[in-house]
């Protein structure tokens, strides 16, 4: 009697040992999978910001620069070429995609995906609630396909209302040039503080694979 309970006891006890180190193995497993997949996302993620900061900060040095010596047409071909050629040089060397964004765009090229409007209108929301956050980020599944989406709000500063404020704060030479090129233009009626648009990036991530 006594012979076989420690018979049991033991069978017991390696079990426990067995499950033990099953989930150990398990946990590890998992854990170095997390592992590469942060790591696929910290890494566009990176590139993400790293492009995002570079668009924003680069237009609004020029800009500055060019309504310092009271050039119009300077500064708007700054907020228009310059940005362009930026978004186009990184979407042609890393195969990606950024692109600025607005529920009020001026340049029809700027309208929302479904995705990028759903979050400018609750970029509006957070900006009212004083919550907003300098970027937002996830990983979204499409067909089977993992990326990264990012987007970094672009808010209204006061040299902005040059050519994105109330009318009556747009010279006259501005509202002609913008009326010309761009004759459906939404982009006006800007407050300060206001959120613009947004720098949109979307970086398809490597396939999982733990390394
Ligand atoms: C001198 C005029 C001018 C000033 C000042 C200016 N912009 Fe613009 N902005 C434009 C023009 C023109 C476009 C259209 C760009 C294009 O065709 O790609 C534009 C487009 C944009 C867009 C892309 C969405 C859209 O409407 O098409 C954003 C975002 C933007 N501006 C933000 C800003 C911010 C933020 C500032 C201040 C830091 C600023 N702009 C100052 C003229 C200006």
């Given at each position: 009697m006594r012979i076989e309970s420690t018979c049991r006891l033991k069978f017991m006890m390696a079990c426990a040992f067995l499950i033990a180190v099953c989930f150990?193995?398990?946990?590890?497993?998992?854990?170095?999978?997390?592992?590469?997949?942060?790591?696929?996302?910290?890494k566009a993620l990176l590139d993400a910001r790293k492009v995002s900061t570079e668009l924003t900060n680069k237009v609004r040095e020029l800009?500055?620069?060019e309504l310092e010596k009271g050039s119009y047409e300077g500064a708007i071909s700054v907020c228009a070429n310059v940005a362009q050629?930026?978004?186009r040089q990184f979407?042609?060397?890393?195969?990606?995609?950024?692109?600025?964004?607005?529920?009020?765009?001026r340049n029809p090229n700027d309208s929302p995906d479904e995705y990028e409007r759903h979050k400018l209108e609750s970029f509006d929301r957070l900006s009212r609630e004083k919550k907003l956050e300098s970027?937002?980020?996830?990983?979204?599944?499409?067909?089977?396909?993992?990326?990264?989406?990012?987007?970094?709000?672009?808010?209204a500063g006061k040299m902005c209302l040059?050519?994105?404020?109330?009318?009556?704060?747009?010279?006259?030479?501005?509202?002609?040039?913008?009326?010309?090129?761009?004759?459906?233009?939404?982009?006006?009626?800007y407050r300060e503080?206001?959120?613009?648009?947004?720098v949109?990036?979307?970086?398809?991530?490597p396939s999982k694979t733990a390394k």
């Amino acid at each position: 009697m006594r012979i076989e309970s420690t018979c049991r006891l033991k069978f017991m006890m390696a079990c426990a040992f067995l499950i033990a180190v099953c989930f150990g193995a398990a946990a590890k497993y998992t854990a170095a999978r997390q592992k590469a997949n942060d790591t696929r996302t910290e890494k566009a993620l990176l590139d993400a910001r790293k492009v995002s900061t570079e668009l924003t900060n680069k237009v609004r040095e020029l800009l500055l620069k060019e309504l310092e010596k009271g050039s119009y047409e300077g500064a708007i071909s700054v907020c228009a070429n310059v940005a362009q050629d930026i978004t186009r040089q990184f979407n042609e060397k890393s195969g990606h995609y950024v692109r600025r964004v607005s529920l009020g765009y001026r340049n029809p090229n700027d309208s929302p995906d479904e995705y990028e409007r759903h979050k400018l209108e609750s970029f509006d929301r957070l900006s009212r609630e004083k919550k907003l956050e300098s970027e937002y980020y996830e990983v979204v599944s499409e067909q089977g396909r993992e990326y990264l989406r990012y987007l970094k709000p672009v808010i209204a500063g006061k040299m902005c209302l040059n050519c994105h404020g109330q009318p009556d704060e747009i010279p006259i030479g501005v509202q002609r040039i913008i009326q010309e090129t761009y004759p459906n233009d939404h982009a006006t009626g800007y407050r300060e503080g206001d959120v613009r648009g947004a720098v949109s990036v979307k970086i398809a991530l490597p396939s999982k694979t733990a390394k």
